[in-house]
């Protein structure tokens, strides 16, 4: 290792300095929320009543996702295994906990300080799961530090993209295809947009993946697989739209499924299997129904846009990828296929469900899925919905029409900022104190950590020497999921 890219002091001065940064900003302004404090306790509490029962299952299938399905999934290449697993998991628990404080002062912060609850938590891993997906962009070619970097500053511009797109703009996206999978993908891409490796697009020696560290992020895949649903649904309303929004997911899985194994069979020169589709394709239709999980759009439809979505995703990663990395984009997990191209398909889908929806199909309730629809304060249709629906708020009394326009307006403020963002913080990471791994080094655990003995040695492997031959070498492109 050399001297630039030992982790002695930098790795340990970054996590000391941010650690006593959150510990005063913790004790500053972090309280427990009602559901969670013991003064506000009483005999008339019935326990079974706290948001924890209600929160908790979703926070943990997330967690799954996160830590698991994140993890194995980017542990496809042989020789960045520990890395994959390792810079995941440090990454997703210091996001998780600076994302807490950054969100909590844009959407838990009252009487001057956050209030702390297991929604809270929920939400600050949907922004970790922002900067996992950007991640995936620049695989193999960052060291922790680095990483650490980006979670430190895509976060905080996440929370405000989030907080000005629902605060002021105020859209509809239950999934989370525009503010989560759209930004992550932009943010990502002009992350790697200013890591630009220009050796890399011939390929490198330990750009290779095994029999055992296939099966792994296959393992990775399968976990985000099963616990989509409750991601697409955790924070829908409760009721008849989670429940929707569970149904159309799993059937935009499963449609994306089926698509997938007849597309890799179809296009295989040798009509075979490819594994890097069936770890990543298969995950297409989770993205694609995001922001109409919960809308009235019908199975077939849900069903139909996993295809879709599959298509897209796949055809992506044949030809939109290799066209990428010869303008300075490469994007190491095609991240651009399974949450960019995914996400436009979800979200112009979710704009086809916003002009479609009228009170004929949902009936009064329109109005609590599309909170911006519902009329005004002192608008005498609001008192009569009052009675059908208690509790109904006021909204803005935006048509169908109006709503799709806003709609549009976020897609590209969103795309605008993350890719902005995107490139101020790959400027940062490419600072000469950030270790950066020479190209040398990339794709290689050695560099970072001390392996075994047994560890396979790279001398072996015959270096790629086009971007077509790395193409062909089993799973090369490997996406990340969620």
């Avoid at 299997?273 to 129904?289: C, E, F, H, P, S």
Wanted: contains cysteine.
């Amino acid at each position: 290792m050399s001297v630039s890219t030992r982790l002695q002091v930098r790795l340990p001065a970054l996590v000391l300095v941010s650690e006593l940064v959150m510990i005063v900003l913790y004790a500053a302004f972090v309280t427990y929320d009602d559901n969670a404090n013991a003064k506000m306790q009483n005999n008339a509490t019935n326990p079974m009543e706290n948001s924890l029962y209600r929160d908790y299952p979703y926070f943990a299938d997330v967690q799954v996702m996160i830590f698991v399905g994140f993890g194995c999934l980017l542990a496809f290449f042989r020789f960045y295994g520990f890395s994959g697993m390792v810079f995941n998991f440090l990454t997703a628990t210091f996001a998780i906990q600076w994302a807490i404080l950054v969100q909590g002062f844009f959407q838990f912060y009252y009487a001057g300080k956050i209030h702390l609850g297991v929604v809270n938590l929920l939400n600050a891993e949907f922004a970790c799961a922002v900067v996992l997906i950007s991640f995936g962009a620049v695989l193999g070619k960052t060291s922790p530090v680095q990483l650490l970097v980006m979670a430190l500053l895509e976060i905080p511009l996440f929370s405000v993209t989030e907080w000005v797109v629902l605060k002021y703009i105020r859209i509809t996206d239950a999934g989370g295809s525009i503010l989560i999978h759209l930004f992550a993908c932009y943010f990502g891409l002009g992350v790697t947009f200013m890591l630009y490796r220009p050796s890399l697009n011939n390929g490198h020696s330990k750009e290779v993946t095994s029999y055992q560290s296939d099966i792994l992020s296959l393992m990775g895949t399968l976990f985000l697989w099963v616990f989509w649903p409750s991601f697409n649904s955790a924070l829908t309303l409760k009721g008849d739209d989670q429940h929707r929004a569970v149904l159309h997911t799993f059937l935009g899985l499963s449609s994306s499924t089926i698509t997938a194994f007849a597309l890799t069979a179809l296009f295989n020169k040798r009509g075979k299997l490819t594994m890097a589709d069936i770890q990543n394709v298969t995950l297409a239709g989770g993205v694609t129904v995001g922001a109409s999980v919960d809308m009235m759009i019908s199975p077939v439809a849900a069903y139909a846009l996993g295809i879709m979505g599959c298509t897209a995703c796949f055809f992506g990663y044949k030809y939109l990828t290799p066209f990428l990395a010869k303008h300075r984009i490469q994007d190491q997990c095609g991240i651009h296929n399974l949450h960019g191209l995914t996400g436009l398909i979800s979200s112009t889908a979710g704009i086809c469900g916003i002009l479609l929806a009228t009170e004929e199909t949902y009936g009064p309730s329109m109005y609590q899925i599309f909170t911006h629809r519902a009329p005004p304060e002192g608008d005498p249709k609001l008192q009569e919905l009052q009675r059908l629906i208690p509790g109904l708020k006021p909204g803005l009394g935006r048509t169908a029409q109006e709503q799709a326009l806003y709609q549009v307006a976020a897609i590209f403020s969103t795309i605008a900022a993350s890719a902005v963002g995107g490139l101020l913080t790959g400027w940062v990471m490419n600072l000469p104190f950030m270790a950066s791994p020479s190209d040398e080094d990339c794709f290689d655990d050695e560099l970072f950590f001390d392996v075994p003995s047994h560890f396979d040695r790279v001398e072996r492997l015959k270096s790629p020497t086009s971007f077509d031959e790395k193409v062909q070498m089993s799973s090369m492109n490997t996406s990340v999921g969620t």
